[in-house]
């Protein structure tokens, strides 16, 4: 046992001395020698006032002097609108200079109106370096406020006049880098790559580890500054602090553009340096949702409890004990869920929808937990652009086996039979791929109308059906055979003939399914705040541990509120709950439209356009609907199984 023990150990040593140690999330690592050059990214112009993303050559900036090429995106990146190409900005590994970059041509009407109007849009300018976003700091009523990217200019508040950023500070905070044996696996933009042991030596060197930008206006002499050439050293810049000193736009007016970089050297190591940006705010507001959704899963859980061992128990065991005489004249008696025996597994109205849109909401729940997990163990981190996104989409496209599975299941219960198998399978396939595409193509003429980047290209649109037609739709059917292969789930009683009266009420049933979705609501609606504030207000979101652990309260509560309304219905001897199952659950997703439009008014207030409230509203409307499916289709799936236990224990001829 001793001896066992020692290899153990001696295995160990050399597994840890062979890998040292490993860095998944994040792009493969680069260190740069002293006076290497190192060249910036630009993306998209974003703007929290239009949420349309433009071009960052849009305007008249400086252009890199071997022109315009523009960097591999992945999937996400071209949804999200992410445009990233190179820049004419250069800096040298340790080298503190200032720079002078170019000037343009005198400004002519068309270019001094895109310039007025993206200042007073509040645009910003994104710039990377070595995968890092720049990021500016900025005090507000004594609160130091972090950004990404700078304006592209401003407008002075007792002023009709514009100014534009013509000179820019960047501070490059370097970490000095020895290659003590540390492995690094990355998924970034680069790809995977190793630093294997033969390579440490040449990975010795300095590491980019944080990258700011102060941003200021500086009034040139035009005809003094053209006459330098890219690149030349000028004397340092302060900001100027007096509004004369800044540089106007206005027609005529030639622009001229500078940049100086420090770098600094700093104890903060590579694996950590995205943890500036990710600095999680609001942990107590998090903790509090989760509290407050754990409240309310012990409430239904009594509720549950209470139905489970005390009611229904109580009835079949009383049941069960009366002799064969007893129990026909306790038949002539019975009341609430007992009478509807014969009726509550009657087939639903729309059963084939209702196939199709359960199927489809499994494959979103399928999707939505895996990513997360994901997310949540760091394989998907904001220093991989578009990562989520992509992987989000490639879930969906495989998950299809499973929902053809579940769709085609369901239809085979119903029917008895599996003939229109094939059929149902297209439906579940092409549901809600359909309605994203039609809200995406009407969004999309709107963006291409604003000459947009956010407009999705008609090579990502060819993809995209490939990818559906190629991948999903081939797997779905696959899904569907295999279902009609499984077992069939055979009803524990007959369904009479003739369908049951069901009793006169004095409120609809369907008021209380809608008000059941509050429940579910409650759970998520803090969360939801942060993800739309994301979205939306360009902060980084990355809590994903919280939100795995409110997902799995969420799907708690979706099943808990579904049986309990289910057996509520039961009660009232009304059999109609396939439906009510459904959308006692789902019901939530109108919440979550509505809570999204209060946001829209709210906390979006600046959102300026028709065109940036319809693409907000559009995206709104597919994640109610994608969210409406998956809840359904938990409470759903949770009141089936009630209710064929339920009936399975109880011996009504």
Avoid at 166 to 174: D, T
Wanted: a neutral charge.
């Amino acid at each position: 046992m001793a001896i066992l023990v020692k290899l153990i150990v001696v295995f160990i040593a050399l597994f840890a001395y062979a890998c040292d140690g490993f860095y998944l999330p994040g792009s493969y690592m680069h260190t740069y020698s002293t006076g290497d050059d190192i060249f910036a990214k630009v993306n998209s112009l974003t703007s929290i006032e239009t949420e349309l993303p433009f071009s960052y050559y849009s305007l008249p900036y400086c252009k890199p002097s071997g022109g315009i090429k523009k960097s591999a995106e992945n999937l996400g990146e071209l949804l999200m609108g992410d445009q990233i190409d190179n820049s004419p900005y250069r800096f040298r590994m340790n080298v503190n200079e200032t720079v002078y970059l170019c000037t343009t041509n005198p400004l002519n009407e068309n270019e001094v109106k895109l310039l007025k109007q993206r200042t007073r849009d509040l645009y910003q300018v994104n710039m990377i370096l070595d995968n890092l976003p720049a990021m500016r700091y900025a005090t507000q009523n004594g609160v130091k406020i972090q950004w990404t990217g700078f304006p592209v200019g401003y407008s002075p508040p007792n002023s009709k006049e514009d100014y534009i950023i013509n000179h820019l500070k960047f501070i490059v905070y370097v970490h000095e880098y020895e290659g003590r044996g540390v492995e690094i696996i990355g998924t970034g933009e680069e790809g995977l790559g190793v630093i294997s042991e033969a390579d440490k030596k040449a990975a010795s060197g300095f590491e980019i580890v944080g990258f700011e930008v102060v941003p200021c206006s500086v009034k040139y002499d035009p005809e003094k500054m053209s006459k330098l050439h890219m690149y030349d050293n000028v004397t340092a810049v302060n900001c100027p602090l007096e509004i004369e000193k800044s540089q106007i736009i206005r027609e005529q007016e030639r622009v001229s553009f500078s940049y100086e970089v420090e770098f600094v050297k700093s104890e903060t190591r590579w694996p950590s340096r995205w943890d500036a940006y990710l600095k999680m705010e609001g942990a107590r507001v998090h903790w509090f949702s989760i509290l407050n959704s754990m409240m309310v899963i012990f409430f239904l859980a009594g509720i549950v409890f209470v139905i489970f061992l005390r009611t229904v128990r109580r009835d079949l065991t009383r049941y069960e004990e009366l002799d064969k005489e007893s129990q026909a004249q306790m038949n002539e008696e019975l009341s609430g869920w007992k009478l509807v025996v014969g009726d509550v597994f009657r087939e639903p109205e729309n059963p084939k929808l209702l196939c199709v849109m359960v199927g489809d909401g499994v494959q979103i729940t399928g999707m939505a937990v895996v990513t997360i997990v994901f997310a949540a163990l760091g394989f998907m981190s904001p220093a991989s652009r578009g990562m989520l996104l992509t992987g989000m989409i490639l879930l969906y496209l495989f998950l299809g086996i499973v929902s053809g599975y579940v769709g085609v299941r369901m239809w085979v219960t119903f029917k008895g039979t599996s003939e229109g198998w094939k059929s149902l399978c297209w439906s579940v396939a092409c549901f809600f791929p359909g309605i994203v595409f039609i809200i995406l193509t009407a969004l999309n003429f709107l963006l291409w109308g604003s000459k947009s980047t956010g407009a999705i290209p008609l090579s990502l649109y060819f993809a995209l059906l490939s990818l559906w037609f190629c991948i999903s739709v081939p797997l779905t059917f696959l899904g569907g055979f295999l279902g009609t292969r499984a077992e069939p789930i055979t009803y524990p009683v007959r369904t009479n003939q003739i369908p049951r009266e069901i009793p006169a009420r004095k409120y609809p049933s369907w008021l209380l399914v809608l008000g059941a979705g509050t429940l579910p609501f409650g759970t998520l609606f803090i969360e939801l705040f942060f993800i739309l504030s994301s979205i939306w207000l360009g902060r980084f979101y990355y809590v994903f541990g919280f939100l795995l652990i409110v997902l799995l309260l969420l799907v708690i509560v979706c099943a808990e509120v579904s049986l309990v309304l289910t057996y509520m219905h039961l009660c009232v001897e009304d059999w109609r709950w396939w439906w009510k199952s459904f959308f006692a659950s789902g019901s939530v997703a109108l919440y979550v439209f509505l809570y999204s439009i209060n946001y829209l008014i709210m906390d979006l207030q600046s959102l300026s356009g028709p065109v940036s409230a319809m693409v907000y509203l559009g995206y709104s409307l597919i994640m109610a609907v994608a969210i409406m499916l998956s809840t359904g289709s938990i409470g759903f799936l949770m009141s089936f199984y009630f209710v064929h236990y339920l009936f399975s224990s109880v011996k009504i001829d």
